[in-house]
């Protein structure tokens, strides 16, 4: 029972992925992709104040016509939470915003 309370919290709170929202430059589509920690990310060792980060990088095309890539780089630190965001091609938006259509 309490293994099954728990299991349903975590798929929930999904603290395997990470999801990004963005929309394209050029036509406003908006896309997600959801990244997976235990694979998508590439460690760096001691690469802030000695403690390990993470980087993962996607690049992100929509289905309209205007084959936009849209490229996202994401570090996180060593517990793997997301302390920095770049993104060319686009720009980050938030879940509700993708929601929105
Ligand atoms: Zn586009």
Same mark, same amino acid.
């Given at each position: 029972?309490?293994?099954?309370?728990?299991?349903?919290?975590?798929?929930?709170?999904?603290?395997?992925? +990470?999801?990004?929202?963005?929309?394209?430059?050029?036509?406003?589509?908006?896309?997600?992709?959801?990244?997976?920690?235990?694979?998508?990310?590439?460690?760096?060792?001691?690469?802030?104040?000695?403690?390990?980060? +993470?980087?993962?990088?996607?690049?992100?095309?929509?289905?309209?016509?205007?084959?936009?890539?849209?490229?996202?780089?994401?570090?996180?630190?060593?517990?793997?939470?997301?302390?920095?965001?770049?993104?060319?091609?686009?720009?980050?938006?938030?879940?509700?915003?993708?929601?929105?259509?």
């Amino acid at each position: 029972m309490w293994d099954k309370i728990r299991s349903l919290f975590t798929a929930r709170s999904d603290p395997h992925g +990470y999801t990004v929202y963005v929309a394209c430059d050029r036509c406003g589509e908006k896309l997600k992709t959801r990244i997976n920690k235990a694979h998508d990310l590439s460690v760096e060792y001691g690469a802030r104040q000695g403690k390990d980060t +993470y980087f993962c990088r996607k690049v992100l095309s929509g289905d309209g016509p205007c084959f936009q890539r849209i490229e996202v780089e994401l570090t996180f630190d060593e517990r793997k939470r997301v302390i920095d965001k770049e993104i060319s091609g686009g720009r980050f938006i938030s879940r509700e915003e993708y929601m929105q259509g």
